[in-house]
């Protein structure tokens, strides 16, 4: 079984910047990402980095504003919230996926990941 823990969430106001980190403990994941989920709506992708490091992908409401890194450990991953906005308040999950199909495998779809953390509340101010 794989354990997720996402921690860092907070209120923040706009303008300033925001750290979410997660760690992943039991087995080795491949592509880990961000997901989240505001009141009334649907879960919607944020941000995915491959198991090499080297691919990563962002929802276009994020690009440019948040960057997905993995640690020093592999299995620690963290989302730079830079210029946030009021509309990015909502729950984050973090998501790992176990398939290896290759070092870049980087999926958006939900449907693709095997485990998800608790979430962290995040609430961004003006």
């Known amino acids: 079984q794989v354990h997720l823990v996402e921690s860092g969430g907070g209120l923040v106001q706009t303008g300033n910047s925001l750290r979410l980190s997660c760690a992943a403990s039991g087995r080795t994941l491949s592509a880990m990402g961000w997901f989240r989920q505001a009141p009334g709506k649907e879960r919607e992708f944020v941000a995915v980095?491959?198991?090499?490091?080297?691919?990563?992908v962002y929802a276009d409401s994020v690009k440019g504003r948040f960057t997905i890194a993995r640690g020093n450990d592999k299995n620690t991953i963290h989302l730079q919230m830079n210029t946030p906005k009021p509309e990015d308040t909502a729950v984050y999950y973090c998501?790992?996926?176990?398939?290896?199909?290759?070092?870049?495998?980087?999926?958006?779809?939900?449907?693709?990941?095997?485990?998800w953390g608790q979430g962290t509340q995040v609430t961004v101010s003006s």
């Open positions: 998501a790992g996926d176990l398939q290896f199909l290759n070092d870049d495998y980087a999926p958006t779809s939900p449907n693709e990941y095997d485990f």
């Open positions: 980095i491959s198991w090499s490091g080297r691919n990563t």
